[in-house]
């Protein structure tokens, strides 16, 4: 079977890079042939495909600018879309607004969000941004036009099988490989940050930004170092959080927050290895699955999580009251209610600073249920299969789009075709 991938990779410095990166070569070495298009060369595509047609094509879809370039084909040669994010609008408003398509922004969410009043849209017209894009998902043409949508875990499975009845809606496990840490890495970096050898080390991965809750952590560090816990922040990530310095200052914690600014996958065991406790806080969220969550189970390090919807299903700790949120499966975590999140934060906090069995009895049955749930052997296994069901179902309805706006289905080579013509060659431009 022969696949179209379109994903951004690695060096691009995004978490999907690194997820397609890892599983690829599972699925080349079980013998299907998959082209790689990254942005750089996604515009060869048609070309290879006309030539020889694909048997599907896949689009790894987040809610990022990583994943622009993938518009201009996702309605054009529909395929199996994998949703890492149940939210695009951030990253759909904002490319369409910054291109000055105004337009094209309102019908697309009049599309995606029938009903709503036409106020909702200017919103993001006027300028502004912010945790109310969640309130509008924007994704209604683009599961629409899928021939099966995949989807990390089963509460944004169910979610978008209820408003998409006509759509396949299958979930995949998120998987990362196994990652083994350089023997001298954990006192190595401690050095580099002047972090004291028997410090305790809260480490937050990925792009910093305020939905990571920073702020709620930073204001917990500074009540925990304020009672004489030797505690500290690693920061692993490039920042996205403008007032960064600021809350830092605020909470007088300058001395123990260290910050790394983005870092390869291949130093993500690194840098784990220096921490004691992995914070993976959301919140508000995309209905995402924290890939930077797996690979602190990977690296059996104890975690604080959100108590979200789509994470209630994971066994763990009650920070409030200590007590397991489910009585027949071991915690891996432990869990913040968003209404008592500052102090569950920092209760959380304190007690795996002072409780080294409770975080090593945390770390492992973290990495029991990363090896059983979440190894990058067992989504190739679950690519596979959604690749097979994908491949037999018939596409979406494309270029037929029922009421689609028409700026999704034009691709804009009326132009070129009307220059052929006239210097007296006749196009020919077979559809997709």
Do not use: C
């Amino acid at each position: 079977m022969r696949i179209a991938w379109f994903s951004p990779l690695p060096p691009a410095p995004t978490g999907i890079a690194g997820y397609s990166a890892s599983v690829l070569p599972l699925l080349d070495a079980s013998g299907l042939a998959i082209d790689r298009f990254v942005e750089a060369d996604a515009h060869d595509f048609v070309r290879r495909h006309r030539r020889a047609p694909y048997d599907l094509v896949v689009y790894q879809v987040g809610n990022s600018p990583w994943h622009d370039y993938m518009w201009g084909y996702l309605f054009q040669y529909p395929g199996l879309v994998v949703l890492h994010d149940a939210r695009l609008h951030h990253a759909r408003a904002a490319r369409l607004l910054r291109e000055r398509r105004v337009d094209d922004y309102r019908r697309e969410f009049a599309y995606d969000h029938p009903g709503t009043p036409p106020a909702g849209a200017e919103y993001a017209v006027e300028g502004l941004r912010g945790s109310a894009f969640y309130l509008w998902p924007m994704t209604r043409a683009v599961v629409d036009s899928a021939r099966l949508v995949a989807v990390h875990n089963e509460f944004v499975a169910q979610e978008l099988r209820e408003r998409h009845p006509d759509t396949r809606i299958e979930r995949i496990r998120l998987g990362t490989p196994e990652r083994e840490a350089s023997p001298h890495a954990r006192g190595q970096i401690r050095r580099s940050h002047n972090i004291p050898a028997d410090g305790i080390v809260f480490v937050t991965f990925g792009l910093v930004t305020a939905e990571k809750r920073i702020e709620p952590i930073l204001k917990a560090l500074g009540a925990l170092t304020a009672r004489g816990v030797d505690a500290h922040l690693l920061v692993v990530g490039a920042s996205g959080f403008p007032g960064l310095d600021e809350a830092i200052a605020e909470h007088r914690v300058a001395d123990r927050v260290h910050s790394t600014g983005y870092i390869a996958s291949d130093r993500i065991a690194d840098y784990l290895s220096a921490g004691d406790v992995s914070l993976a806080l959301r919140w508000p969220s995309a209905g995402e699955t924290s890939a930077s969550w797996i690979e602190s189970l990977a690296a059996s390090k104890p975690t604080i999580i959100t108590s979200l919807p789509h994470t209630a299903d994971i066994p763990s700790l009650d920070a409030r009251t200590w007590r397991p949120t489910r009585r027949s499966t071991p915690p891996i975590a432990v869990s913040i209610d968003l209404l008592e999140e500052d102090t569950a934060l920092l209760a959380a906090m304190s007690r795996l600073a002072d409780d080294r069995a409770l975080r090593d009895a945390l770390g492992k049955a973290g990495h029991d249920y990363w090896e059983a749930e979440h190894h990058v052997s067992l989504m190739a296994d679950d690519y596979r299969r959604v690749i097979a069901q994908a491949a037999a179902l018939p596409p979406g309805p494309a270029l037929a789009g029922a009421g689609w706006p028409a700026h999704l289905t034009n691709d804009y080579s009326a132009r070129a075709m009307s220059i052929a013509r006239e210097i007296g060659v006749e196009p020919r431009w077979p559809s997709g």
